[in-house]
């Protein structure tokens, strides 16, 4: 390099398509130095896991509805000029019987390179994900409740300890247990039980690691705790909720009693809400609340990030 001459700083555009149960997103950032920048980010609420949770089989006109939708991503990322692109498919590709021949149709059809992420690597890089976005130093518990799968992983570096996933996101346990609004008493008996059963082997590793905060990320989750405060605040359960973006343990648990036996429109007061996701409060909450009281967790508090932070992080080290 000539003398007096500044070195120059790499920045690359890079594309990213995150297949999930129930949206697809599309994001576009600048990667400078490693550090990637958000500048574009679209969601489709195209439910690729509707009406086939339960059978373990994509449904073709979910599989047709969610095609439509990344054939239009892959335009939006040809035209925004970037010069790398990843696309990942999660619980719902992962756990269908025909999940490899959606994505060979996939890259058939958009020229997206689809893969699958497997369980671990998914909890992995949220962690990652909500380590960088959150901002986060020394010991982490987090927790991510997807449409199709459900994630655990601890750490205090920039890699987890261990990770965990389960297919126990809140729209494969709505379709799975509960059919009524409000849900019937054994629908909720019977919900309780799977995802108890489901986390219970994790109970000593939680304990070991001693975690007092249980950090969850995510839009989803932010919402449903949103929720939970607004109801406490109108249920004098206000003093007791925490800091904003925090929940303690016990309201969480008289919040999650309450959906049990909530209808639709009395949910819908609490916060405005897309694509019925009121309807994924009560599992979702049920999921949370386990985790918390296998471990002995005082509370629950919303942070920054989720699996495409993690991607993203991971793109922007390999420039």
Not at 252 to 265: G, K, Y
Not at 301 to 314: D, Q, Y
Request: net charge positive.
């Amino acid at each position: 390099m000539p003398p007096g001459r500044a070195p120059r700083t790499r920045i690359m555009r890079v594309g990213l398509v995150d297949v999930g149960t129930t949206s697809v997103h599309v994001v576009i950032a600048v990667c400078t130095r490693g550090r990637p920048r958000v500048v574009h980010h679209e969601q489709t609420f195209a439910a690729l896991g509707h009406g086939g949770l339960r059978g373990h089989r994509l449904a073709p006109r979910a599989t047709q509805r969610v095609m439509t939708v990344l054939r239009r991503a892959a335009r939006r990322l040809a035209a925004g000029g970037v010069s790398r692109v990843e696309a990942v498919a999660t619980s719902a590709v992962r756990e269908a019987t025909n999940g490899r021949a959606f994505v060979r149709r996939a890259r058939r059809e958009t020229g997206l390179p689809l893969r699958v992420l497997s369980g671990q690597d998914e909890a992995s890089l949220i962690y990652a994900g909500m380590r960088d976005a959150g901002r986060c130093r020394g010991k982490m518990l987090v927790l991510s409740v997807g449409g199709g799968s459900a994630q655990v992983a601890a750490g205090q570096g920039p890699h987890p300890a261990w990770a965990v996933s389960r297919p126990l996101g809140a729209a494969r346990l709505r379709e799975r247990f509960l059919r009524h609004d409000p849900a019937h008493r054994r629908e909720v008996t019977f919900l309780r039980a799977h995802v108890a059963r489901q986390w219970r082997p994790l109970a000593p590793r939680l304990r070991r690691w001693g975690a007092q905060e249980l950090l969850v990320g995510g839009a989803a989750m932010g919402g449903v705790i949103a929720a939970a405060r607004t109801w406490a605040a109108r249920h004098a359960r206000g003093s007791s909720a925490g800091r904003s973006g925090q929940l303690s343990a016990a309201t969480l648990e008289a919040f999650v009693a309450w959906l049990a036996i909530s209808r639709a429109a009395q949910r819908r007061r609490l916060a405005p809400t897309r694509a019925r996701r009121e309807a994924l409060w009560l599992p979702t909450g049920l999921v949370v609340q386990t985790i918390l009281a296998l471990g002995g967790g005082r509370r629950v508090r919303v942070i920054p990030g989720s699996l495409r932070e993690g991607l993203l992080t991971h793109m922007g080290q390999e420039t």
